[in-house]
Structures are given as structure tokens and as C-alpha cells.
T-cell receptor, first 117, second 112 residues
Framework: EAQVTQNPRYLITVTGKKLTVTCSQN?????MSWYRQDPGLGLRQIYY???????DKGDVPEGYKVSRKEKRNFPLILESPSPNQTSLYFC????????????????FGAGTRLSVL | GDSVTQMEGPVTLSEEAFLTINCTYT??????LFWYVQYPGEGLQLLLK?????DKGSNKGFEATYRKETTSFHLEKGSVQVSDSAVYFC???????????FGKGTTLSVSS
């Protein structure tokens, strides 16, 4: 079954304690992306990756890091989480194949709800 | 920059009622337009899409037409069901093609 898997689904942590949210897709997609969803703001892009070892900032990258060492995985790293990073996070992937990736169907994970105390 | 504006919710309807959720956009060029749906506790799923002016996207009884002259992509369904209760997001592909720009989402609640 084609899917994007995020872990964990729920996480409560404290300010300053490094954490990683994993994202894995089994569709051999080149393009992957992270979004955060906040009430009244919709979804905003944090980082994206066009392929292995190619990553770039989205609209709200401050406080986050990513890596793309393998095609299937795109972890989101919070080196020193702060309460303003409390949010619902979604990973997404799509085919690229020379076309504009966001014109293709984006497949989303089920989300990770993060609370930073 | 590119942006999407959709009607604020929540929208509360009775089963079999007609649904319209308004969506307008601001963008340079010719973006692709999407409606995504988020059911409780789940991620977003593509509902329908349109890639050029006058295209009509349709799926599961939902429809939306890409209107370039009014920069709109309104979502409609003739007869909603309780199972349609969800959050609906209008989105466009940004000019660089590296991000989806989302509206704030509209919560639909359908009662029997």
C-alpha cells in the first residue's frame, strides 16, 4: 500500500530537548516536504527536498533542520524546541520526474501532534 | 506573493443539503488548483484538482471549476452526507512549483 508514515503520532516534550520526527514514503517519490498546521493559519511549508541531498527552506524554517540521506526518508529535527513550535506537523511526498512537483498529487502522512512545554 | 482565501467556517448543514465553499486566489502565472480534505485524526487527502482555466475537477460528488476571470475555485456538492464532515482546504501550486499554498481551511459539519 502506497503511504507516507510519520512517527511518532503524538509527542510531548520540554523546551530545549532535541527531538526528531521521522517521515518515510514507499512510493519512490523524489519530492518530500514538511508542513506545520496551526489554527487559523492553515498549513505552512517548513522545508522541502527535491531529491537525495537536495533540501531548501520553505516559508517557516526557523528552528528546524532536515536531512535527506536516502530517497525514502526525510526526518524533521528540532535541535532546541520552544513552545511556539507546538503544532501539528505533516510530511508530504510526490513524484517529480522533471515536472513541477507540486502540480502532482501530494501524499500526506497522518500527522504528528507536538506539544512543547 | 501567492495566496489563497477561503470562507471561514464552521459550516453546518443537514444531510442532503447543497454545499458551497468559496475559494479565491492570488497568483502570478497559471497555478494548478486543488481541494484537499482532512478527516478527523487523519492526514490530508487530495479531493480534486484542476490544472488550467475552465477545467472542472470532480470526485465523490464534489466539483470545482477553475475560473481565471474571477480567480476562483469554489467547491460544490449537490447533496452532502454525514460522512462528508471534515476540514476542507483550498490550495494552489506556487510559482516555483516547490510548495502548496493553502487556505486556512473550512470545517464542515453535516448532521442527520
Amino acid at each position: 500500500e502506497a503511504q507516507v508514515t510519520q512517527n511518532p503520532r503524538y509527542l510531548i516534550t520540554v523546551t530545549g530537548k532535541k527531538l526528531t520526527v521521522t517521515c518515510s514514503q514507499n512510493m519512490n517519490h523524489e519530492y518530500m516536504s514538511w508542513y506545520r498546521q496551526d489554527p487559523g493559519l492553515g498549513l505552512r511549508q517548513i522545508y522541502y527536498s527535491m531529491n537525495v541531498e537536495v533540501t531548501d527552506k520553505g516559508d517557516v524554517p526557523e528552528g528546524y533542520k532536515v536531512s535527506r540521506k536516502e530517497k525514502r526518508n526525510f526526518p524533521l529535527i528540532l535541535e532546541s524546541p520552544s513552545p511556539n513550535q507546538t503544532s501539528l506537523y505533516f510530511c508530504a511526498s510526490s513524484l517529480f520526474s522533471g515536472q513541477i512537483p507540486t502540480k502532482n498529487i501530494q501524499y500526506f502522512g497522518a500527522g504528528t501532534r507536538l506539544s512543547v512545554l | 506573493g501567492d495566496s489563497v482565501t477561503q470562507m471561514e467556517g464552521p459550516v453546518t448543514l443537514s444531510e442532503e443539503a447543497f454545499l458551497t465553499i468559496n475559494c479565491t486566489y492570488t497568483a502570478t502565472g497559471y497555478p494548478s488548483l486543488f481541494w484537499y480534505v482532512q478527516y478527523p485524526g487523519e492526514g490530508l487527502q487530495l479531493l480534486l484538482k484542476a490544472t488550467k482555466a475552465d477545467d472542472k475537477g470532480s470526485n465523490k460528488g464534489f466539483e470545482a471549476t477553475y475560473r481565471k476571470e474571477t480567480t476562483s475555485f469554489h467547491l460544490e456538492k449537490g447533496s452532502v452526507q454525514v460522512s462528508d464532515s471534515a476540514v476542507y482546504f483550498c490550495a494552489l501550486s506556487d510559482q516555483a512549483g516547490t510548495a502548496l499554498i493553502f487556505g486556512k481551511g473550512t470545517t464542515l459539519s453535516v448532521s442527520s
